[in-house]
């Protein structure tokens, strides 16, 4: 039982590039999250998902897209990425008891 | 909305004293609150929560908080810091209405025990 996993868990990016990071979850639970963790600013809620199929803007969704084909999967796309989007990025689930299970983190940095 | 503050973004205490970290709340409807502990180059492991139940919530490795809703306050409290404490800590609060599935965040305390 893995739990939330992120893949992968480093990345250097050049502004303009794209990439995609995934999160896999063993636990069948419905609600799944992205944050990102800045120093001083707490984590904020990037996108979310409610279920299979379904996804919702957060706080901060400008500059990333998500998709949540399966279940056990969400993931988090940037097209162009920006010096702005250096960060830690955590992914999250939720239980019915409402707290939130967090993925070890992937550190992006784009140059 | 909901929001979270969390007062003194460092706080500083000598191993076996007394660990104090202050979180208030604003809701417009009653909260469900948590407390998150994050250890270095690691995720958010969740400490405890309240949802309505006890107003003191027991967590794990002896720590426990208080809901009081006159103060809209949620304090975690441990009698005795230990240096397997340092961390950074964040509180967070979740409506207990339709939109119960987002958390709002503070933007933590950092914890240093010192020997």
Known sequence: NAGVTQTPKF???????????????????????WYRQDP???????????GEGTTAKGEVPDGYNVS?????????????AAPSQ??????????????????PGTRLTVT | AQSVT??????????????LLRCNYSSSVPPYLFWYVQYPNQGLQLLLKYTSAATLVKGIN??????????????????SAHMSDAAEYFCAVSNS?????K?????GTLLTVNP
Not at chain 1, 68 to 80: D, P, V
């Open chain 1, 86 to 103: 250096t960060s830690v990025y955590f992914c999250a689930t939720r239980t019915g008891a409402y707290e939130q299970y967090f993925g």
């Open chain 2, 6 to 19: 969390q007062l003194g973004s460092h706080v500083s205490v000598s191993e076996g004293a007394l660990v």
């Open chain 2, 62 to 79: 002896g720590f426990e908080a208080e809901f009081k809703k006159s103060e809209t306050s949620f304090h975690l409290t441990k009698p």
């Open chain 2, 103 to 107: 958390l709002t965040f503070g933007k």
């Open chain 1, 40 to 50: 001083g600013m707490g984590l904020r809620l990037i996108h979310y998902s409610v």
């Open chain 1, 11 to 33: 990345r250097v990016l050049k502004t303009g590039q794209s990439m995609t990071l995934l999160c896999a979850q063993d636990m069948n639970h419905e609600y799944m999250y």
């Open chain 1, 68 to 80: 949540r084909l399966k279940k056990q999967n969400f993931l988090l796309g940037l097209e162009s």
């Open chain 2, 97 to 101: 209405g339709g939109s119960n599935y």
